[in-house]
C-alpha cells in the first residue's frame, strides 16, 4: 500500500482544507484532485505556466529542492515569490515524508 | 439551428451556446467530429493526452508540414518543445526579447504616425507579428511579408479539404521555401550561436534532428503569427468599442496585459484543436466510440456562463480567469510568454501611447470572420497628427 501523507491546505479565505495524499503525487495533483480552487495548472505539471504557485510552509520528515526550471518560473508567479513559494507540480510527495502544509495565493495569472 | 461551415465562419458563437445548452459532446455531420463546448470538458480532455490523442493519422498539415510537435507525444513531444523553449521562457522574453519588439513597434509606428490613420491589420499587427516571429526563430533578412505569406499558404493548405492542386502547390512551395531557408540559418548557428529558437534546437542537449527542426519552424510559422496579430486586432477594437475599459487602461497601463488575456477569452483567435480517441470515451455524459475526431471548442469554452459572468462582455475586472486560449496540458502554447510581451507589455500601450486619439475609422466596416480562426480581417483606424 502506498505511502499516506497528510496535507493540509490553508485557502486564500483561511480555510484548511485536510487531504490523505499518496506518496508518488505532487502537491499539484493533489490539490486538483481534491478541487481547490487557486490552483490552475494550465500547463498540467510542466513548469511551464506558474499558475500552481503555492507556500508550502512546513514539509515534515523530508525536503524538497527547488530545480532549475522551477527556480525560473518562480519569478514570473503573479502573487509575490517569498522564501515559501514552490511551484506544486514540482513538489512530489515521498515516503519519508510526514505531513505537509501548504497555503494557496490570493490569484495566478 | 442552421449548423453550416457557413454559419460557423460568420458567427459561431450563438451555434456555440446551443450546443453547450445542449452538453456533453454533440455528434456534428458538417465536421464529422464530436464537439466539446463546456469549459470544465475542454479542461479535462485537454490534458488526458492518453485517452484524446494528438496523432492524427496522415493529417494534411503532417503530409505538407511534415510531423511537428503539436502532433507528438510523451517523451518525444518533450524532447522536440524542451529543445525550442529555452528563448521563449519567460526570463529571456523579459530581460532580451521585450527591448527588441518594443524596437520593431515603434519603427512600424514611425512610419505611419505622420498619416493619421492606417489599417492596424495590414499596416501594424501583421508585420509586427511576423518581424517578432522572424527575430525569435533566427530567420535573419527574411520579410515581412514573406513571412505572412508562407503562413497563410501553410494554413490554407492544411485545412484544403477540397484537395484544390493550387492550394496544394502554394503550401508546398512555403514548405520547400522555409525547409530550405532553416537549413542555411543551422548552418549560420551552429558556428555562432544566439538567442534564437533555430540555434537553441541546434544546440540542445535533446538532439533533435534538422527533418524535426525544419518541420517545427513550419508549424511556428503556420501557427505563431496569426495568433498575435490578431489578438491585437481584437484587443484594439474591443478597447476603442468600451469606453469604460479604456479609461482604465489609460489610467493603468499595466492593465493592457489584462486586456490582452480578457481578448483572448472573449474572442479567442484559436477557436478548435482536434483530436482523436485511443478508446471509448465519455465527454460530459456522451459516449465517443474509439477513433472518433473530438474538437475541443477553445472559444466556447472561453464564453461558458459556468465560469465567465455576463461572458460576451470584455471586462477587464474579472480578476481571476481561467481562459483556455492558449490550450491546457503539456501541448499548452509554446509562444504564450512571447505573446504577453509582444501584445500586451508592447503592442497595445505603444499603440494607445503614442496614437492620440486613436479611433475606428470605419465602425460600420468592421466584421469578425472565421472559427477555427477568428479574427478581424482588417481594422481602420485614425488619430490626431
Known amino acids: 500500500m502506498a505511502h499516506i501523507v497528510p496535507v493540509t491546505f490553508v485557502t486564500e479565505g483561511g480555510e484548511r482544507v485536510e487531504v490523505k495524499a499518496e506518496a508518488g503525487q505532487s502537491l499539484m495533483q493533489v490539490a486538483v484532485s481534491a478541487g481547490l480552487e487557486g490552483i490552475i495548472a494550465e500547463c498540467g505539471g510542466y513548469a511551464s505556466c506558474a499558475t500552481c504557485h503555492m507556500y508550502v510552509t512546513e514539509i515534515d520528515g523530508d525536503s524538497s529542492e527547488v530545480g532549475d526550471e522551477e527556480e525560473e518560473m518562480l519569478d514570473f508567479t503573479a502573487a509575490p515569490r517569498t522564501d515559501e513559494s514552490r511551484l506544486s507540480c514540482q513538489v512530489v510527495l515521498t515516503d519519508a515524508m510526514e505531513s505537509v502544509t501548504a497555503r494557496i495565493p490570493d490569484r495566478q495569472k | ?385
Open chain 2, 1 to 385: 439551428m442552421d449548423i453550416s461551415l457557413d454559419a460557423l465562419n460568420q458567427d459561431p458563437y450563438p451555434i456555440y451556446e446551443h450546443w453547450r445548452e445542449q452538453g456533453g459532446a454533440p455528434w456534428v455531420p458538417a465536421l464529422g467530429m464530436y464537439v466539446v463546448p463546456r469549459h470544465a470538458d475542454v479542461v479535462a480532455v485537454a490534458r488526458d493526452l492518453h485517452t484524446f490523442s494528438v496523432i492524427d493519422g496522415d493529417s494534411l498539415s503532417k503530409q505538407i508540414m511534415g510531423t511537428t510537435m503539436n502532433r507528438r507525444e510523451g517523451a518525444e513531444h518533450m524532447r522536440e518543445r524542451k529543445a525550442a523553449e529555452p528563448p521563449l521562457k519567460p526570463r529571456p522574453v523579459q530581460d532580451h526579447w521585450l527591448a527588441r519588439f518594443q524596437a520593431l513597434a515603434d519603427e512600424l509606428i514611425d512610419n505611419r504616425i505622420e498619416q493619421g490613420r492606417m489599417d492596424l491589420v495590414r499596416d501594424f499587427s501583421a508585420p509586427y507579428a511576423a518581424l517578432c516571429l522572424r527575430e525569435l526563430l533566427g530567420l535573419d533578412g527574411v520579410e515581412a511579408e514573406q513571412m505572412l505569406q508562407w503562413s497563410a499558404a501553410l494554413i490554407a493548405g492544411s485545412s484544403n479539404y477540397e484537395a484544390d492542386p493550387v492550394v496544394r502547390e502554394a503550401a508546398d512551395t512555403a514548405a520547400e521555401e522555409i525547409g530550405e531557408l532553416v537549413d542555411r540559418a543551422i548552418e549560420l548557428k551552429s558556428a555562432h550561436p544566439d538567442d534564437t529558437v533555430i540555434s537553441s534546437m541546434v544546440h540542445s542537449p535533446h538532439q533533435v534532428g534538422v527533418e524535426a527542426i525544419r518541420s517545427n519552424i513550419r508549424l511556428f510559422i503556420s501557427g505563431g503569427l496569426n495568433e498575435p496579430r490578431d489578438v491585437c486586432a481584437t484587443a484594439t477594437y474591443a478597447l476603442l468599442t468600451s469606453p469604460a475599459q479604456r479609461r482604465r487602461v489609460a489610467e493603468d497601463p499595466s492593465l493592457f496585459e489584462v486586456a490582452f488575456e480578457e481578448s483572448l477569452r472573449w474572442t479567442s483567435p484559436v477557436g478548435l484543436l482536434t483530436r482523436r480517441t485511443t478508446a471509448p470515451a465519455t465527454v460530459g455524459g456522451t459516449e465517443i466510440p474509439s477513433g472518433s475526431r473530438v474538437g475541443l471548442l477553445l472559444a466556447s469554452a472561453n464564453r461558458d456562463a459556468e465560469v465567465f459572468d455576463r461572458a460576451a462582455d470584455f471586462d477587464l475586472t474579472r480578476g481571476k480567469t481561467p481562459h483556455v486560449a492558449f490550450n491546457g496540458g503539456a501541448h499548452i502554447c509554446l509562444g504564450a510568454w512571447a505573446a504577453r510581451a509582444q501584445v500586451g507589455r508592447v503592442a497595445l500601450p505603444t499603440l494607445f501611447g503614442r496614437l492620440q486619439g486613436l479611433e475606428l475609422a470605419e465602425p460600420d466596416e468592421v466584421a469578425f470572420r472565421g472559427w477555427v480562426f477568428r479574427a478581424l480581417p482588417s481594422l481602420a483606424v485614425r488619430w490626431e497628427r
